[in-house]
């Protein structure tokens, strides 16, 4: 495995790294890891890098990049929207690494906004014939209110708990418990994403994912416990009755990790299951993937 | 801007340089990260850094260490001594980028603790500053088991995974420092290595205590040292969910007004 820098671009270039395999073939399919949120392209708790070292060492090649004004990427002028902007960029590494390396099957990786980027970019360009996402999109299903609520309503210590402060109240006529100051960081030296994260009307993304199932883009869709819209393991096929996934979805929930995955044991489990599902997708999409009429 | 990897071909460590965007000086700045989620957090101002000082006419080169951000390696494979090597690798790539003749060391919490030990192997830096350092190894492991024993997460909360493992690893938000690093960090202290051998130095911090203090009792007699603090509340090693990164402008401001300074006859 062998990493090089990745310049995609003038006169404002795209930086990044590629990592490419010990032995490359360029019939097989190349990753690309996008940005979550603001962080640059080492990922959450270096995951990124992780995800594309371990896909190498399986024989692909994989590289992730920061989109413009994001980590070591300047930003380039213009108007338009990240959503707008994530495709062309995503589009001009492919690209460059279809006309340096020969690659023409791209599987597009990404956790949050890098899922929300991964869906829109496939959407879009046919190259893409697989996608995997960590929290991507959700929707609430009728089951989910109930996984919401069970733990709450079958936990007797959270019962006693709820008991204790209304009594508490009632008997004391206490204030209750101060809020808890989460606000220990000065907001003035603070900087938030200003990509904000907006979920599409359910209807819309339903649309999409039938488009992306009849060409036969295979998808590994993983939710965290960080994730506040998903509660169950079935959750994300449930809320799109209308699409047909067949054996083109792969659904993952784990509910004890958090959103960026700081648990060392849940790192591991997930570049583990990403490298083998890409691992199997690219032996197997070839003949599966449809061309667009 | 200019990425690469550098060092040595077995372990390459990857860097930006920026080259000077006004009249070019004979003087580069090589900018230690520090470590973990702190990194995430950091990598914005350092970046931010790094453009104010190509502005003022200087060569810049941040890196990340071995087994950290797209450098080779995993922690689990480094020591301190590696990546004492990696500064000198950094200071020697920066002179031979650029053809500069006088380096600078800027280190942030861990990485002033290296630089800081770097620089004192060493008698060809020019300046050094320490921003926000860790005092020592000991007192850096200290301070996150502290956290991780105060910081429990409660029933309600997904843990963040925090812990010292049963091999010696030490897991913290995100990030793991093996006990082979662990071990090989507590030999390093500012406390009782002044680095000497630098003409001039600036410990400059955002929040004032009391191991500041101490550190400014213990270098006061070096003739160089100047102190410096430029308040901006903030914590290097929360973490969120969403990835929020630190800009601590009066800091960034203060290094360069004082790199500047120093400039003047």
């Known amino acids: 495995m062998k990493e090089r820098v990745l310049k995609v671009g003038k006169p404002v270039p795209l930086i990044g790294?590629?990592?490419?395999p010990q032995a490359f073939d360029p019939e097989r399919a190349a990753v690309i890891v996008l940005n979550s949120g603001i962080m640059h392209h080492v990922g959450a708790c270096r995951l990124s890098v992780k995800i594309t070292r371990e896909v190498?060492?399986?024989?692909l090649l994989a590289a992730r990049f920061d989109y413009s004004g994001?980590?070591?990427?300047?930003p380039r002028r213009g108007t338009e929207s990240f959503e707008e902007v994530s495709l062309k960029e995503c589009a001009e590494v492919m690209d460059y690494l279809e006309r340096t390396r020969g690659v023409k099957r791209?599987?597009?990786?990404?956790?949050?906004?890098?899922?929300?980027?991964?869906?829109?970019?496939?959407?879009?360009?046919?190259?893409?014939?697989?996608?995997?996402?960590?929290?991507a999109f959700c929707y609430v299903t009728p089951r989910y209110h109930l996984e919401y609520y069970r733990p709450i309503l079958f936990r007797r210590k959270r019962w006693a708990s709820f008991l204790n402060r209304i009594w508490?109240?009632?008997?004391?006529?206490s204030p209750g418990k101060p809020p808890t100051d989460s606000a220990a960081l000065d907001p003035e030296y603070f900087e938030v994403?200003?990509?904000?994260?907006v979920f599409p009307p359910r209807e819309q993304?339903?649309?999409?994912?039938?488009?992306?199932?009849a060409r036969g883009v295979r998808m590994y869709v993983n939710f965290t416990g960080g994730e506040p819209s998903y509660r169950y393991q079935g959750q994300y096929r449930a809320s799109f009755p209308e699409v047909a996934f067949g054996d083109l979805l792969t659904v993952d929930y784990y509910p004890h990790t958090n959103h960026i995955i700081t648990q060392p044991r849940y790192q591991r489990e997930i570049v583990s299951n990403i490298t083998s599902w890409v691992v199997d997708v690219d032996e197997r999409s070839p003949a599966l993937a449809q061309p667009i009429p | 801007m200019n990425p690469m990897f550098f060092g040595q071909s077995e372990s390459p460590l990857y860097g930006l340089y920026h080259s000077p965007q006004s009249s070019s000086r004979n003087e580069g700045v090589v900018l230690c990260y520090p470590f973990g989620q702190e990194y995430m957090r950091a990598h914005r101002a350092f970046r931010q850094l790094a453009l104010l000082l190509t502005k003022k006419g200087y060569h810049v080169l941040r890196f990340d260490f071995r087994g950290t951000g797209d450098s080779s390696g995993s922690m689990d494979d480094v020591e301190a001594e590696h990546w004492l090597r990696d500064i000198d690798d950094a200071v020697a790539e920066l002179r031979e980028t650029a053809s500069v003749d006088r380096v600078s060391v800027v280190g942030l919490r861990l990485g002033a603790l290296f630089a800081a030990h770097a620089c004192s192997r060493r008698t060809d830096i020019a300046r050094l500053v320490v921003w926000d350092p860790v005092l020592s190894g000991e007192l850096y492991e200290k301070?996150?088991?502290?956290?991780?024993?105060?910081?429990?997460?409660?029933?309600?909360?997904?843990s963040h995974g925090n812990e010292m493992a049963g091999d010696g690893t030490l897991h913290f938000n995100g990030f793991s420092m093996s006990a082979r690093f662990r071990e090989s960090i507590k030999g390093l202290s500012l406390m009782d290595s002044i680095p000497s051998s630098v003409p001039k130095l600036l410990h400059v911090v955002s929040v004032e205590t009391d191991q500041v203090s101490q550190l400014r009792a213990a270098w006061r007699a070096h003739p160089g040292y100047r102190y410096q603090y430029a308040p901006a509340p903030h914590d290097w090693n929360e973490v969120d969910d969403f990835g929020g990164i630190l800009l601590p402008q009066a800091v960034i401001q203060a290094i360069v007004n004082w790199l500047e300074a120093q400039q003047r006859p």
Do not use: H, M, W
């Not at chain 1, 190498?56 to 024989?59: D, I, R």
């Not at chain 1, 994403?193 to 994260?197: A, D, Q, V």
């Not at chain 2, 088991?145 to 997904?158: C, F, G, K, N, R």
């Open chain 1, 17 to 20: 790294v590629v990592t490419e």
């Open chain 1, 56 to 59: 190498a060492s399986k024989g």
């Open chain 1, 70 to 74: 994001i980590g070591d990427s300047e």
């Open chain 1, 106 to 135: 791209f599987i597009l990786a990404g956790l949050c906004s890098g899922a929300d980027a991964a869906y829109n970019t496939a959407l879009e360009d046919k190259r893409v014939i697989a996608i995997a996402q960590i929290d």
């Open chain 1, 168 to 173: 508490g109240k009632v008997a004391r006529r």
């Open chain 1, 193 to 197: 994403p200003t990509y904000t994260r």
């Open chain 1, 205 to 213: 993304v339903a649309r999409g994912l039938s488009r992306l199932t």
């Open chain 2, 143 to 158: 301070e996150l088991l502290e956290e991780i024993a105060t910081d429990a997460p409660s029933e309600y909360e997904v």
